[in-house]
Nanobody
Framework: QVQVVESGGGLVQPGGSLRLSCAAS????????MGWYRQAPGKERELVAR???????MYADSVKGRFTISRGNAKNTVFLQMNSLKPEDTDVYYC??????????WGQGTQVTVSS
């Protein structure tokens, strides 16, 4: 069984920064990929950033140059550094662990609110 836990959300003013953390645990091996997604009420969940096993990253156009995804030293941990936050970045952010042959495992989400 895989457990995925996010942390680091909160309230921040426009232009501010937050750092989200995600850890996947259980009887699992190193992920094929891990990523951050976000979802607003009534909308589909969308990809924010993803990092795959070889270190390659990809970002949504809306966050390029502002957000950075990185892996931690511990196995199956990832971070999302979010700078220059905008009100439109307000969402619930979810972490996903994906392993080829195993499938997706999601965390329960962490709320990010950007407001003055």
């Amino acid at each position: 069984q895989v457990q995925v836990v996010e942390s680091g959300g909160g309230l921040v003013q426009p232009g501010g920064s937050l750092r989200l953390s995600c850890a996947a645990s259980g009887s699992i091996s190193i992920s094929t990929s891990m990523g951050w997604y976000r979802q607003a009420p009534g909308k589909e969940r969308e990809l924010v950033a993803r990092i795959i096993s070889n270190g390659s990253t990809m970002y949504a156009d809306s966050v390029k140059g502002r957000f950075t995804i990185s892996r931690g030293n511990a196995k199956n941990t990832v971070f999302l550094q979010m700078n220059s936050l905008k009100p439109e970045d307000t969402d619930v952010y979810y972490c996903k662990y994906y392993k080829l042959g195993v499938g997706d495992n999601w965390g329960q989400g962490t709320q990010v609110t950007v407001s003055s």
